[in-house]
């Protein structure tokens, strides 16, 4: 199904927009320009945690399966 581009994963990556866009301006009051802006960078930074966070694990993994 993948391979054919049949996924529909739409709605799921609008929601996670939305999640974002509700976290940095909750109220609407900012314009949606800024709103867009501010949510980008509340989404990079989401994803650095979440990429540091697998590399302390992986980390931390590989010494516990060395000692």
Known sequence: ???QG?????PARAALSR???DEVDPDRVLTAEERG?????????HMLRMTAAATEARRRRAESNAS
């Open 37 to 45: 802006r501010r949510a980008a960078h509340a989404r990079k930074a």
């Open 1 to 3: 199904m993948h391979a």
């Open 6 to 10: 049949r996924t529909n994963t739409e």
């Open 19 to 21: 999640r974002f866009e």
